[in-house]
């Protein structure tokens, strides 16, 4: 699996990724007057907002002249080409030609083409086919004893799968987050953990460490861990630093193409209530910082899913399951592709 910049659409990573939703921007940074261009798996997105203030995700192109989208205008609660002022309705119906007032507007089939949108959290989620999995949960999303901060995003000039794995992997603390997560002098032994899956997705059981600035107060904690992989790019922990504080990140990382993703999160905080916002920012950005310069140095830039094509021991067995996983879902994307077939291939661990 070599890089070239560009997603290989037969590849299994990539059959694993595109029917699934990922976050392509926040809720704020699409007004009911502009559209915003962005990329997903390697594919041109215009968001906009209707009338009624949905949003919506389609491709970045005008079918009559190939113009972006992007580069037009919100009018009415439709989205205006910007070469010729074509204009389209939110079920993507043609419903104007300036040059043309009087005569019946061409079909639209071959003028736009529709993705699926969804907006949850303060984000805007895309999906370039039917989604296969519902958009994950945030519980700590509608509980008012939780401090709700966004952060990043986070721009990698790395793949969104290996940014994910990352994000779920404690054995590189000590090293990545010196002094911070860990003890670079002093790395701990981390004792066998369990992963399960469900519904949902993977789970870790609870991965205890230390950590001498465990969290935005700066103190030193004995945090417990308990991973969670929603959906391919999105995953989350709750962190146990005492008996009742709780700190939680919901982390999305956006495949914009083979080796490059933006990274959103959401933290999650039920302690400190004299925290400022740029104390909370600056921990996460420390953090986000350090794991880029480490996550952008991987080769080859794709998650390998064949389990042969790196080394395994049991502190990666939640990026180990992570990647079963992911095989798994590209597989079954693959038989979908191809009539006849009714059985899938998995891994056997």
């Keep these: 699996m070599l890089y070239n910049g560009e997603w290989k659409r037969e590849e299994l990573d990539y059959r694993a990724l595109v029917n699934q939703w990922h976050v392509v921007a926040r809720s704020e940074d699409v007004d009911r007057d502009t559209p915003l261009a962005v990329r997903l798996l390697g594919e041109e997105l215009v968001l906009w907002r209707d009338a009624e203030g949905v949003v919506h995700a ?22 205006e080409c910007p070469y010729h002022g074509w204009r389209y309705d939110a079920q993507g119906d043609c419903t104007r030609v300036p040059a043309h007032p009087d005569r019946a507007c061409p ?96 789970h870790s059981s609870e991965i205890c460490v ?6 935005h107060r700066g103190i030193p904690v004995n945090a417990r861990y308990t991973y969670s992989v929603l959906n391919p790019t999105t995953a989350y922990f709750i962190k146990k630093t005492g008996e009742t504080e709780r700190f939680c990140t919901f982390f999305n990382a956006t495949p914009v193409d083979e080796a ?22 600056s921990r996460q950005n420390i953090v986000f910082e350090q794991d880029r310069h480490i996550v952008e140095s991987q080769r080859p830039a794709r998650l390998p899913l064949d389990p042969k ?4 021991v049991s502190s990666d067995r939640m990026g180990f399951e992570y990647r079963r996983w992911l095989r798994a ?16 291939r998995t891994l056997s661990l």
């Excluded at 002249?65 to 037009?72: C, Q």
């Excluded at 949108?117 to 895309?126: P, T």
């Excluded at 094509?309 to 395994?312: L, S, T």
């Design 260 to 281: 490059e993703c933006v990274i959103w999160l959401i933290v999650a905080i039920n302690f400190g209530p004299e925290l400022t916002l740029e104390q909370i920012l």
């Design 309 to 312: 094509a790196e080394m395994h």
């Design 329 to 344: 879902l590209g597989e079954t994307r693959q038989c979908q592709d191809l009539p006849g077939l009714d059985t899938i």
């Design 58 to 79: 389609w491709k970045d192109y005008c079918g009559h002249r190939g113009a972006r989208l992007s580069l037009g205008a919100v009018k009415g609660g439709e989205i």
């Design 107 to 202: 079909s639209s089939k071959r003028l736009v083409f529709r993705h699926h949108a969804q907006e949850r959290y303060g984000l805007i989620w895309a999906s370039l086919e039917a989604p296969q999995r519902p958009l994950p949960e945030f519980p700590q999303w509608e509980d008012g004893a939780y401090r709700k901060v966004h952060a990043g995003p986070y721009r990698y000039k790395a793949n969104a799968l290996r940014s994910l794995e990352n994000f779920i992997d404690a054995s590189h603390f000590p090293f990545v987050h010196a002094n911070l997560n860990g003890l670079p002098d002093a790395p701990e032994p981390l004792k066998k953990y369990t992963v399960s899956e469900d519904e949902r997705g993977l």
């Design 210 to 215: 230390f950590q001498p600035y465990g969290d």
